[in-house]
């Protein structure tokens, strides 16, 4: 039986529409998977998608902890870890992060404390920093720029560091106020340090006094003059006054307001070594 022309005419149309209603949901789906957050979430759980799309830039680059978790290199796959949110590909230091290495722990999870501690119980094991001590918090920064030049930063962990939308939180952001602060403090006492460098001090018995001295490299400062002593005044990090011996240029002392800068009894001014009692 041959097909009237209207029949042949409408099965074509039906199968063009067919043809087009499925590329449009085809692009429909990959849109969504692209643009619309949850949508991409789900896909990123499912191994499938998430090898082809974890290359993909802003696709699967959200973590939470508990995909993060799957990345611990049991499986002998990929090993993930986070410090400060920051999510890297440390599948080129198994050796470190794989099971039976050192730095195992850290992997498949934001340990940040850890790195600042070396321990890893529970405790520390953890993401939370901000109670840290200043100078602690330099050396975790110091970590986050060394994974950034050694391995492929591939995404954020959606937690104490960025929300869900990928965004840094507050706590992020005081946690690196903290350590822009302590690092100017850390430069603000080196230049104080090298413009006054601590004195050698050792105590000798048959003076029953402390012998302290200057030399060129006396308080680990290395320099092309020497100085005299001088017991100097300073605030210490908890705002309380101090008194150490410092080694001070002779003409410095022409400049410098005094007040902070006292001499030692019993000492000539220009001598390099003074015998000085202990309180
Ligand atoms: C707070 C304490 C410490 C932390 C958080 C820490 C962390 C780490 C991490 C994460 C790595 C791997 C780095 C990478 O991926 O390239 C590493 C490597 C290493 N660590 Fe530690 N570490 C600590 C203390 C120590 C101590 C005390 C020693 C020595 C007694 C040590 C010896 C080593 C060695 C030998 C390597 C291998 C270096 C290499 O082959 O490139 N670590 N450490």
Not at 73 to 93: A, C, M, Q, R, W
Not at 106 to 121: K, N, Q, Y
Not at 227 to 232: H, I
């Amino acid at each position: 039986m041959t097909k009237s022309p209207s029949f042949v005419i409408m099965e074509s149309f039906s199968l063009k529409n067919l043809f087009f209603s499925s590329i449009t949901i085809l692009v429909l789906i990959l849109s969504m998977l692209f643009f619309y957050e949850p949508a991409q979430n789900v896909m990123c759980s499912l191994a499938i998608f998430e090898r082809f799309l974890i290359n993909t830039p802003t696709v699967c680059s959200l973590f939470d902890t508990n995909r993060l978790s799957r990345y611990n290199g049991v499986d002998g796959g990929k090993i993930y870890l986070s410090i400060l949110g920051n999510v890297f590909d440390v599948t080129e230091g198994k050796r470190f992060y794989g099971p039976g290495g050192s730095y195992h722990a850290f992997s498949g999870r934001d340990a940040s404390r850890s790195f600042i501690t070396g321990l890893f119980d529970e405790e520390n094991l953890t993401d939370h920093v901000i109670d840290m001590d200043p100078n602690d918090l330099i050396g975790l920064d110091t970590w986050l720029n060394t994974y950034k030049k050694k391995y492929k930063e591939i995404g954020k962990l959606i937690g104490l560091y960025y929300d869900s939308s990928g965004k840094e939180t507050d706590y992020a952001k005081m946690v690196y106020e903290k350590i822009e602060s302590s690092k100017m403090k850390k430069v603000a006492e080196k230049k104080e340090n090298d413009r006054y460098p601590s004195c050698n001090v050792e105590y000798v018995q048959e003076h029953k006094r402390s012998k302290v001295w200057c030399t060129t490299l006396s308080g680990g400062v290395k320099r092309k003059w020497v100085g005299v002593p001088r017991m100097l005044q300073t605030l210490d990090k908890n705002g309380k006054l101090s008194v150490r011996c410092a080694c001070i240029q002779q003409d410095e002392l022409s400049k410098v307001e005094l007040a902070h800068i006292v001499e030692y009894d019993d000492c000539d001014t220009n001598s390099t070594t003074c015998y000085v009692k202990v309180s």
